[in-house]
C-alpha cells in the first residue's frame, strides 16, 4: 500500500459546484498532513495544513479523519482559477520525512 | 515569505556531462531536499540533507549526488547525464521548529533536458 494515495481524477466539474478530495494515507501515527496546489508547469504551492480539529480557509476546508485514515479537501463555490492538481502531503511511514501523493487534478469549468 | 531559489529555470546538456543544478533559501531552514517530477509519477525524493556537510539518500540517488557546504545552499550534482534524466527538478527546505513536520517550499522548479 501507498503512504499517500489520491484519486488522480480529473474531477470536471461547473463554475459555482462543490467538489471534495480524499487522501488515504498508511501512517497510523502521523501527526502532519497538508495540501498543496500545483498549477500546470509550475512548483507546488502550499494550500492549508490539515489539523485534527480541521482547517478552514475561506472556501476551502480540510479535515482529518484518523479512524478510516484519510485527510479531505473541500472546495466551495468552485472557480475557473481554483483548476489545478492538488497533491496530499503526509509522513513517511518510517522517519521523519514527508511523502506526496500523486495529485489529484480538477478542473473548472464555464 | 520563505524565498527558495533554483538557478534555472530551463538547462539543455548533453549525455555525459556533469550537470550542477544550485538552489538557495534564505529562512535559515535546517533541511533541503531535491525532489524530481516526471508524468504519471508525482514527486519522487532523490536526496535530503538535514545539516550542513550532511545528506542522506531518498527514494532515487541513483546517478545523483548531493553537496551542502553552507546551510543556505544545496547543490544536486548529475555526475553523467542521462536521457532518463530529463526531468523537472524541484528544490524544497523547511525547517524542524513546532510538533510534527514542518510544511515544505519549493523553488520555481528547472526543467532539464539531456539530449
Known amino acids: 500500500r501507498k503512504e499517500v494515495e489520491q484519486d488522480p481524477g480529473p474531477f470536471n466539474v461547473p463554475e459555482g459546484a462543490t467538489v471534495a478530495f480524499n487522501c488515504t494515507y498508511s501512517n497510523s501515527a502521523s501527526q502532519s498532513f497538508f495540501w498543496y496546489r500545483q498549477d500546470c508547469r509550475k512548483e507546488p504551492k502550499l494550500l492549508m495544513s490539515?489539523?485534527?480539529s480541521g482547517n478552514e480557509d475561506g472556501r476551502f476546508t480540510a479535515q482529518l479523519n484518523r479512524a478510516s485514515q484519510y485527510i479531505s479537501l473541500l472546495i466551495r463555490d468552485s472557480k475557473l482559477s481554483d483548476s489545478a492538481t492538488y497533491l496530499c502531503?503526509?509522513?513517511?511511514?518510517?522517519?521523519?520525512?514527508?511523502?506526496f501523493g500523486a495529485g489529484t487534478i480538477l478542473r473548472v469549468k464555464s | 515569505d520563505v524565498k527558495v531559489t533554483q538557478s534555472s529555470r530551463y538547462l539543455v546538456k548533453r549525455t555525459g556531462e556533469k550537470v550542477f543544478l544550485e538552489c538557495v533559501q534564505d529562512?535559515?531552514?535546517?533541511?533541503m531536499f531535491w525532489y524530481r517530477q516526471d508524468p504519471g509519477l508525482g514527486l519522487r525524493l532523490i536526496y535530503f540533507s538535514y545539516d550542513v556537510k550532511m545528506k542522506e539518500k531518498g527514494d532515487i540517488p541513483e546517478g545523483y549526488s548531493v553537496s551542502r557546504e553552507k546551510k543556505e545552499r544545496f547543490s544536486l550534482i548529475l555526475e553523467s547525464a542521462s536521457t532518463n534524466q530529463t526531468s523537472m527538478y524541484l528544490c524544497a527546505s523547511n525547517t524542524n521548529g513546532g510538533t510534527g513536520n514542518q510544511p515544505q517550499h519549493f523553488g520555481d522548479g528547472t526543467r532539464l533536458s539531456i539530449l
Open positions: 490539515v489539523y485534527s
Open positions: 502531503v503526509g509522513p513517511r511511514e518510517y522517519g521523519n520525512k514527508l511523502v
Open positions: 529562512m535559515d531552514h535546517e533541511n
